[in-house]
């Protein structure tokens, strides 16, 4: 996500990084390069014109000209100013008492997928909500709800077969969500593949029925200026209240999500960042603004890692790592609390500095081999890795689709790490011993 701009962007601000001196003019020169670099991750044209304007009147004032540090004073100017064009604040829903949310959009941005992935969340957090299938011209959309909700245990309504009249199933689906209970009320509504008059106004009935406290868009990133556009139409015909941003993960660009919320005034409040159902966020601006720029995303790290993992489990995995007594299948266990977290990508991305390293040094096919090869071991031979001899690290290899030098390999970096563990687990005991007064 937003890797190709990333990259640009902190180019631009390498060389005024190092300056202890800068001048309008290497300003302007950066600034150049940054508003292309904008334009090729297709942010909108005025929305990259604007930006670069207020960035450059910032950042030609005086206290960045007098400031110690004007090289990095600008780069923090640019990261205030990203922040402020992605939205400021994130965005929470107006959840009253028995919320109804609308959920708009063309086919294919994700709307059916969306709907389910904020049931789930909204679920995590305690709230009770409720699917209603209404779009009543795709059957195949009914289904993939009700297959859905089923995955996250939320109640699904489904229009009786062959209804025509919106209305009428919508009156049906209030009666069913009196009798179910829930607090809040997810509409998965009709689509189409472009705008147009008739899709326009079957929503705007809905819409007038309903009274919904929020109608959100869902938009697809990977289509950059066309969700914008898409997004213009949709907001003067039904009045958003927000959007959802899927396909995050996808997108090298990401020129939509800088653009959607200048052009629209309405927030993004969440984003999809994968197929998988627990794949979905709320959108925080400042945290995307520090991704972008490379500066990683700690926050939402140690949140993906608490939702993924355990206390006892991250426990338990301390002790064995500060003790050096971990084996091989502990080693499989860290790569499968990593896999519950998201993709790797995503992941990585969070961590400052990785951003230069993660698309060269860390494969995920990699990390299935290792998997592999692990799972092709015998108990004991995970936990006693010195009894790998020639004759077993061939069947090893043989069993698990790999060479027998990836086996070698991934033992003797085993062997390290482990051996590396056991100095620092000694050396800590010595400074305890020594009273040097060091916490560790």
Same mark, same amino acid.
């Given at each position: 996500?937003?890797?190709?701009?990333?990259?640009?962007?902190?180019?631009?601000?390498?060389?005024?990084?190092?300056?202890?001196?800068?001048?309008?003019?290497?300003?302007?020169?950066?600034?150049?390069?940054?508003?292309?670099?904008?334009?090729?991750?297709?942010?909108?044209?005025?929305?990259?014109?604007?930006?670069?304007?207020?960035?450059?009147?910032?950042?030609?004032?005086?206290?960045?000209?007098?400031?110690?540090?004007?090289?990095?004073?600008?780069?923090?100017?640019?990261?205030?100013?990203?922040?402020?064009?992605?939205?400021?604040?994130? #965005?929470? &829903?107006? %959840?009253?008492?028995?919320?109804?949310?609308?959920?708009? +959009?063309?086919?294919?941005? /994700?709307?059916?997928? $969306?709907?389910?992935?904020?049931?789930?969340?909204?679920?995590?957090?305690?709230?009770?909500?409720?699917?209603?299938?209404?779009?009543?011209?795709?059957?195949?959309?009914?289904?993939?709800?009700?297959?859905?909700?089923?995955?996250?245990?939320?109640?699904?309504?489904?229009?009786?077969?062959?209804?025509?009249?919106?209305?009428?199933?919508?009156?049906?689906?209030?009666?069913?969500?009196?009798?179910?209970?829930?607090?809040?009320?997810?509409?998965?509504?009709?689509?189409?593949?472009?705008?147009?008059?008739?899709?326009?106004?079957?929503?705007?009935?809905?819409?007038?029925?309903?009274?919904?406290?929020?109608?959100?868009?869902?938009?697809?990133?990977?289509?950059?200026?066309?969700?914008?556009?898409?997004?213009?139409?949709?907001? #003067?015909? &039904?009045? %958003?209240?927000?959007?959802?941003?899927?396909?995050?993960? +996808?997108?090298?660009?990401? /020129?939509?999500?800088? $653009?959607?919320?200048?052009?629209?005034?309405?927030?993004?409040?969440?984003?999809?960042?994968?197929?998988?159902?627990?794949?979905?966020?709320?959108?925080?601006?400042?945290?995307?603004?520090?991704?972008?720029?490379?500066?990683?995303?700690?926050?939402?790290?140690?949140?993906?890692?608490?939702?993924?993992?355990?206390?006892?489990?991250?426990?338990?995995?301390?002790?064995?790592?500060?003790?050096?007594?971990?084996?091989?299948?502990?080693?499989?266990?860290?790569?499968?609390?990593?896999?519950?977290?998201?993709?790797?990508?995503?992941?990585?991305?969070?961590?400052?500095?990785?951003?230069?390293?993660?698309?060269?040094?860390?494969?995920?096919?990699?990390?299935?081999?290792?998997?592999?090869?692990?799972?092709?071991?015998?108990?004991?031979?995970?936990?006693?890795?010195?009894?790998?001899?020639?004759?077993?690290?061939?069947?090893?290899?043989?069993?698990?689709?790999?060479?027998?030098?990836?086996?070698?390999?991934?033992?003797?970096?085993?062997?390290?790490?482990?051996?590396?563990?056991?100095?620092?687990?000694?050396?800590?005991?010595?400074?305890?011993?020594?009273?040097?007064?060091?916490?560790?």
């Amino acid at each position: 996500m937003f890797a190709r701009l990333s990259d640009k962007l902190q180019d631009a601000f390498k060389n005024l990084r190092g300056q202890g001196k800068i001048s309008e003019a290497n300003v302007t020169d950066a600034l150049r390069e940054v508003r292309m670099a904008l334009l090729d991750a297709d942010v909108h044209f005025q929305v990259a014109k604007d930006f670069i304007a207020k960035v450059k009147e910032k950042a030609l004032g005086e206290q960045v000209l007098r400031s110690v540090t004007p090289g990095q004073q600008i780069v923090k100017i640019f990261h205030e100013e990203l922040c402020t064009l992605l939205g400021g604040d994130t #965005a929470p &829903l107006d %959840l009253s008492k028995n919320s109804r949310i609308l959920i708009v +959009g063309l086919n294919g941005a /994700g709307k059916t997928t $969306s709907s389910a992935k904020l049931a789930r969340l909204l679920k995590s957090q305690g709230r009770s909500p409720l699917l209603i299938a209404s779009d009543l011209h795709r059957p195949a959309a009914i289904d993939q709800l009700a297959v859905l909700g089923d995955q996250i245990d939320v109640p699904v309504f489904r229009p009786v077969d062959g209804e025509s009249d919106i209305l009428r199933s919508t009156k049906r689906a209030l009666e069913w969500c009196d009798s179910t209970g829930g607090n809040v009320q997810i509409f998965d509504t009709a689509g189409r593949q472009e705008i147009d008059g008739p899709l326009i106004e079957e929503l705007k009935q809905l819409r007038d029925f309903l009274q919904p406290q929020e109608v959100l868009l869902v938009c697809d990133a990977a289509t950059g200026q066309q969700a914008v556009s898409v997004a213009e139409h949709f907001h #003067a015909a &039904l009045g %958003l209240t927000g959007l959802i941003l899927t396909k995050l993960d +996808g997108d090298a660009r990401g /020129g939509a999500a800088l $653009s959607l919320r200048s052009v629209t005034g309405r927030p993004i409040k969440f984003a999809g960042v994968g197929e998988k159902i627990d794949q979905f966020e709320t959108f925080h601006p400042d945290r995307l603004a520090g991704r972008i720029l490379g500066m990683g995303d700690v926050v939402s790290l140690v949140e993906r890692a608490s939702e993924a993992i355990s206390e006892d489990e991250a426990r338990r995995m301390e002790e064995k790592l500060r003790t050096a007594t971990f084996d091989l299948t502990d080693f499989l266990q860290q790569f499968k609390m990593i896999r519950r977290m998201g993709p790797l990508e995503n992941i990585l991305g969070m961590i400052p500095g990785m951003d230069k390293i993660k698309d060269s040094s860390i494969d995920e096919k990699q990390l299935k081999r290792v998997e592999a090869i692990i799972l092709s071991m015998t108990l004991q031979e995970r936990a006693r890795p010195d009894i790998l001899n020639a004759r077993r690290r061939q069947r090893i290899a043989r069993g698990s689709g790999v060479h027998v030098s990836e086996v070698n390999n991934l033992i003797l970096r085993f062997t390290q790490m482990r051996k590396m563990m056991k100095n620092m687990g000694a050396m800590k005991k010595l400074m305890a011993k020594a009273g040097a007064g060091f916490k560790f």
